[in-house]
């Protein structure tokens, strides 16, 4: 099956009515802020998304994106390859709509003036939130080990009076 490139921007309410299935990928070269977020984007994003509309009249569209990213270990400091696996759920909605009345399996999503939601800085701003805060390897496969993490010899503390010696003296004075 041929993979083809997906639009930037669609009508979810048309592609509601249509039940629009789209499969495809787009260009990881289009998400700018995506490919500056991590090492290397691997592999194009791969997407799968279908548009319907729910028995409360919803519209709503959901699907998949996958991608390979490299990322830079913050323990060893070495590359890796990081999978992504995103699914997603969203309702369109209009300004004046009121996000409340959603029912929380889906994420509300603001169309523009022209009633179009940007595929490409919505399916970004995914892959971006689904990033490791902190990127490191699995503990067996990085190469700096939980022995190699001390940084120096810990000197013993000091020894200190107990400040409250002074009250045992007390009380022992009152008996």
């Known amino acids: 099956m041929q993979k083809v ?14 039940r629009s299935i789209y499969e495809g990928v787009m260009l990881a070269t289009d998400m700018q802020r995506f490919s500056a977020a991590v090492c290397e984007v691997l592999d194009d994003i ?6 319907d509309t729910d028995v409360q009249g ?3 569209f959901e699907g998949k994106l996958q991608t390979r990213a490299s990322l830079i270990c913050q323990r060893c400091n070495d590359s890796f390859v990081h999978s992504i696996d995103v699914r997603f759920c969203f309702c369109p909605v209009r300004s004046e709509d009121v996000e409340d009345e959603i029912p929380e399996i889906y994420d509300p999503v603001e169309v523009d003036e022209l009633g179009e939601v ?57 008996e």
Do not use: W
């Not at 490139?5 to 249509?18: C, E, T």
């Not at 791969?46 to 548009?51: E, P």
């Not at 919505?122 to 939130?129: A, G, N, S, T």
């Open 118 to 174: 940007d595929l490409l800085g919505l399916f970004e701003d995914e892959l971006i939130l689904t990033l490791p805060i902190v990127a490191m390897h699995k503990d067996e496969d990085c190469a700096m080990k939980g022995s190699d993490m001390s940084y120096g010899d810990i000197e013993p503390e000091e020894s200190k009076p107990n400040p409250f010696a002074v009250l045992k003296e007390l009380k022992r004075n009152q």
């Open 46 to 51: 791969a997407i799968s998304v279908k548009f």
């Open 5 to 18: 490139k997906l639009p930037k921007k669609v009508d979810p309410f048309k592609s509601a009515i249509q």
């Open 58 to 60: 919803l519209t709503y």
